[in-house]
Nanobody, 126 residues
Framework: QVQLVESGGGLVQAGDSLRLACVTSGRALSTYTLGWFRQTPGKEREFVAGISTLRDATGYRDSVKGRFTISKDNAKNTVFLQMNSLKPEDTALYYC???????????????????WGQGTQVTVSS
C-alpha cells in the first residue's frame, strides 16, 4: 500500500509561483509512474503533469506547458510540481497520484492511477 501526502498549496496572486510536494510512503518512488491532477467544483479531475517510471519522461497539459515543471527526488520519495506565472484559472484542488508498473512514458489517464493523495488547495487571485 502507498500513501501520498501533498503540501505546498496556498493563496497567491497572479504571476506568483508555488511548489507543490508529494511525499510517498511504502514502495520506492522509482517503481511508480507519477502524476499531478487538479479539480474544481463541478468539473472532472484533469491531468496537469506526469513523469514516467522509466526514462523520467515528462508531459503536461497544454495550458501549463512552459509554466509548470514536474520532477522527483527518489531518495526523498517526493515528487514536485513547480508552478510559475500562476493564473486565476490555475485555481483548483491539486492531487498527486501514483501508478504501479514500469512505464516508459507518462500517463494522462486518471483511471489508470492506483493511488491518490487527499489534495492541496491552490488559489490564485487576479
Amino acid at each position: 500500500q502507498v500513501q501520498l501526502v501533498e503540501s505546498g498549496g496556498g493563496l497567491v496572486q497572479a504571476g506568483d509561483s508555488l511548489r507543490l510536494a508529494c511525499v510517498t510512503s511504502g514502495r520506492a518512488l522509482s517503481t511508480y509512474t507519477l502524476g499531478w491532477f487538479r479539480q474544481t467544483p463541478g468539473k472532472e479531475r484533469e491531468f496537469v503533469a506526469g513523469i514516467s517510471t522509466l526514462r523520467d519522461a515528462t508531459g503536461y497539459r497544454d495550458s501549463v506547458k512552459g509554466r509548470f515543471t514536474i520532477s522527483k527526488d527518489n531518495a526523498k520519495n517526493t515528487v514536485f510540481l513547480q508552478m510559475n506565472s500562476l493564473k486565476p484559472e490555475d485555481t483548483a484542488l491539486y492531487y498527486c497520484a501514483a501508478r504501479r508498473g514500469s512505464d516508459s512514458d507518462y500517463e494522462m489517464r486518471r483511471g489508470l492511477y492506483d493511488y491518490w493523495g487527499q489534495g492541496t488547495q491552490v488559489t490564485v487571485s487576479s
